[in-house]
């Protein structure tokens, strides 16, 4: 580090194992001191990390409860869907979770995704893309907020639903997987195909809450939802998907804003994209925020991001020349929520 200006170290493997050691040449008062050895060598690594770096990232693979003394964090690679318990047990400590079973159950890990899985499932790339738009406003929330230790409950026994709670409002991610064994992997991380309507009771969201928006991963659409509330519970009523996310939003929150999908495009072309505020602060109706593009641009003056007015149009332009792909746009803002699309060029 003290070389380099790396900021953080992390010790690979370490989280999994209980090994003995018969070596005489260590001169072990037992063979089954592994815990603490492993302690030594984390106290060792800190204090050499910290003395060239204050605030260097330190991290071991697998996450155990007693290395949060020393270390941050962890790389884990987990294939069920829950939500690491490390990270309920200990909400300081950071487990980074790597998932190769896809976005649907990356979805419900609390994982951001952006794996389509470590076997290539091509009926996938779609419902992949989904969520990385769907989720991009509060992907923060997802990976780092507190997330709930009671999980919300559908009226469906299939569906499985996450609670996160982020600055100014709480997410529930939940969706009825095509099979309701967490462990079933590769070929069962999918979408349900049974289709019919159900409910989810939240428990744990307190204070008022001013607005309520449905995230259709499915469809890639956002649209306000009317929820109820009976004094114990809110009810959400989820009628036409099997992938979602529903943002519940406090009185403080941040306004969320989206923008409609744009078809197919080809170089030299441009189309209008509708800026659409979900829920503003009471006292905003209008707020400034930002488009960004990666690769593509905007009219007039053909930059790659612009300031906008939402709710508002722009002119999103494809330049001559740009090769075929999907490209990123970006909606976001102080104070807002966004969302993030791919935009297909052919
Ligand atoms: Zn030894």
């Not at 592994?34 to 204090?47: E, G, T």
């Not at 009771?201 to 607005?211: C, D, F, L, N, T």
Request: net charge neutral; aromatic share 10%; with cysteine.
């Amino acid at each position: 580090m003290r070389e380099t200006g790396a900021d953080g170290v992390r010790l690979d493997s370490l989280g999994f194992y209980f090994l003995t050691c018969y070596n005489p040449a260590h001169q072990h008062d037992t063979p089954f001191g592994y815990n603490q050895w492993i302690q030594h060598l984390l106290d060792k690594v800190s204090r050499a990390v910290r003395a060239v770096n204050p605030d260097g990232l330190l991290m071991t693979e697998a996450p155990v409860d007693f290395f949060s003394q020393w270390f941050h964090s962890a790389l884990q690679f987990t294939y069920p869907r829950d939500i690491p318990p490390m990270r309920l047990a200990l909400p300081g400590y950071r487990p980074v979770i790597y998932l190769p079973g896809g976005p649907v159950f990356a979805s419900l890990s609390g994982e951001i995704g952006g794996c389509n899985g470590s076997v290539k499932f091509p009926e996938r790339e779609q419902l992949d893309e989904n969520w990385r738009s769907m989720r991009q406003g509060v992907g923060e929330t997802l990976v780092w907020g507190k997330a709930a230790d009671k999980d919300p409950q559908a009226s469906l026994p299939d569906v499985t639903c996450r609670l996160f709670h982020g600055p100014g409002y709480s997410v529930v991610v939940g969706a009825r997987a095509a099979s309701n064994d967490p462990l079933r992997f590769p070929d069962n991380t999918g979408i349900s195909s049974k289709r019919e309507p159900f409910t989810v009771r939240v428990k744990g969201v307190s204070g008022p809450i001013e607005g309520a928006y449905l995230y259709d991963i499915e469809k890639a659409t956002v649209a306000p939802l009317k929820i109820r509330n009976d004094g114990e519970a809110w009810t959400l009523p989820i009628e036409n998907t099997n992938w979602f996310m529903v943002v519940l939003r406090k009185p403080q929150g941040p306004a969320f804003a989206s923008f409609n999908a744009v078809g197919t495009l080809h170089a030299g072309e441009s189309a209008k994209c509708d800026l659409a505020l979900l829920g503003p602060p009471k006292h905003k109706a209008k707020m400034q925020a930002r488009l960004l593009s990666r690769g593509l641009a905007f009219a007039p003056g053909n930059t790659p991001n612009v300031s906008v007015t939402v709710p508002g149009k722009a002119t999103l332009v494809v330049p001559e020349g740009t090769p075929p792909g999907h490209y990123e746009v970006e909606l976001k803002g102080e104070g807002l929520v966004g969302i993030k699309r791919f935009i297909v060029v052919e």
